[in-house]
């Protein structure tokens, strides 16, 4: 615990924000894991950009989250924070409660059947490398995906024509209210990048259904994945997918505009602060594109790109950009 002793009532809006106060600003402190108030986000999520959260709570294990949501004020808003890599945060900041998961959250364990039970903040990578060396395929095209379970899950994530909804079993949800519920694939009717997972619910835990494989086949398969990826999306450089189709039009307001010039890095008709953010140079050719940051104040150029094919993200502190 950061910065408290026993609790905390006072205003609750992160410093600059531009949202209102969705909550009374009691927060409980009696916690086992780390809470943090006025905490920067910029170090945690890849664009290295944007304004602090007015809390930020990385819980010590699923008790300690529940306990912790179970006596947050009702209408206290809570957002679930994972690696950060589609994640774009404003200067005013992200108001309520930030959850982050960490290694409490991030085994994988192989089950019988096929199946992996995953913790909501273990990584792609290591899904799918467990996975591997189980003999278990279909889960491969985790590889090429920058994020955790719960992103996978809240979002549908998805690369190399496959997604989330084609494995995915069940998964245990933390409400913000702190009840745990356990969701089956079909309750959060997904859709492309998207599903019915209630604002705010923390996915701790997702039961992932692979067939049987030679490991070294998913082997292969998971090196050509990783090299198409760092060929489209250089893991090297901070982007992320806002995950339009290049055939989306946009709207002509982010056209040409002073001050701003057309993205040098793909023929797309966009506009975006000198050396900041573009598309990524391949991705334009695939069915999402990405945006690139150079660093310093990139999210405005980004977050324009990720509201025209996210029109409802505009009035959000933080934009999740199509994915993890």
């Not at 990578?125 to 719960?150: H, K, Q, Y």
């Amino acid at each position: 615990m950061t910065d408290q002793i026993g609790s905390w009532h006072g205003p609750g809006n992160a410093p600059g924000s531009e949202e209102e106060p969705g909550f009374a600003g009691w927060v409980p402190t009696d916690v086992r894991g780390k809470l943090t108030r006025n905490a920067p986000l910029d170090k945690l999520v890849w664009f290295k950009s944007g304004g602090p959260a007015d809390w930020l709570f990385e819980p010590a294990d699923l008790d300690d989250l529940v306990a912790f949501l179970s006596a947050l004020e009702e209408g206290t808003p809570v957002m679930a924070l994972g690696l950060g890599s589609n994640l774009i945060v404003r200067d005013g900041g992200v108001p309520g409660v930030v959850i982050r998961l960490g290694k409490p959250f991030s085994t994988v364990e192989v089950r019988r059947d096929c199946v992996l039970e995953c913790g909501g903040g273990a990584s792609g990578i290591l899904v799918s490398s467990t996975a591997r060396d189980a003999g278990i395929a279909g889960l491969e095209f985790l590889r090429g995906i920058p994020g955790t379970v719960g992103g996978f899950v809240r979002m549908n994530g998805g690369a190399y024509g496959r997604e989330v909804a084609d494995i995915l079993v069940d998964c245990d949800v933390v409400l913000p209210d702190g009840n745990l519920i356990t969701l089956l694939a079909a309750d959060l009717n997904y859709s492309y990048r998207h599903s019915d997972l209630p604002e705010g619910a923390i996915v701790v835990a997702a039961r992932f259904k692979g067939v049987p494989g030679d490991p070294k086949e998913i082997g292969a398969e998971m090196d050509r994945i990783a090299a198409a990826r760092e060929e489209s999306q250089p893991l090297r450089s901070r982007t992320c997918s806002p995950g339009a189709s290049p055939s989306t039009t946009l709207p002509s307001r982010l056209w040409p505009r002073p001050a701003m010039r057309p993205c040098p890095r793909c023929t797309y008709r966009r506009r975006i602060r000198p050396s900041t953010t573009s598309c990524s140079p391949q991705e334009v050719s695939r069915d999402s594109e990405a945006c690139h940051s150079s660093g310093g104040r990139a999210h405005r150029g980004a977050t324009r790109l990720v509201q025209a094919a996210h029109p409802r993200s505009a009035n959000r502190p933080a934009s999740r950009a199509g994915g993890s």
